[in-house]
């Protein structure tokens, strides 16, 4: 994928879901996610094959992380507070939503 921003589609328990992201398609962006981030859209990670995956939530605001196969079916939905050092889940995908504050 070389396009920043991109619509996908994927599946929540049965249910679709489509979302405008923006990929992380490069070692720095992948490396950086959700971090020093004030407000950022959805990311979505692609890491070719189906793996076991560990994040945290330094330097983060609140967030839901998805993880998706390689049929964008959801494998682990958890929403992500900050600070937690090691969330882990297995997918070919990663989806990180930010919540959405109110003012």
Known sequence: MTLENKKITYYIDGKKE???VELCNTPWKKFRGLMFRKNSPP???DFNKVIKLS???FFC?????IWLDDK????RVIDVKTWKPS????G???LEVPF???K
């Open 72 to 75: 964008m079916h959801s494998t």
């Open 87 to 90: 969330i882990t889940g297995r």
């Open 43 to 45: 990311l979505f990670f």
């Open 55 to 57: 994040i945290h939530s």
């Open 61 to 65: 605001k609140p967030f839901k992380a």
């Open 92 to 94: 070919k995908y990663l």
């Open 100 to 102: 959405v504050t109110k």
């Open 18 to 20: 489509t979302i405008e």
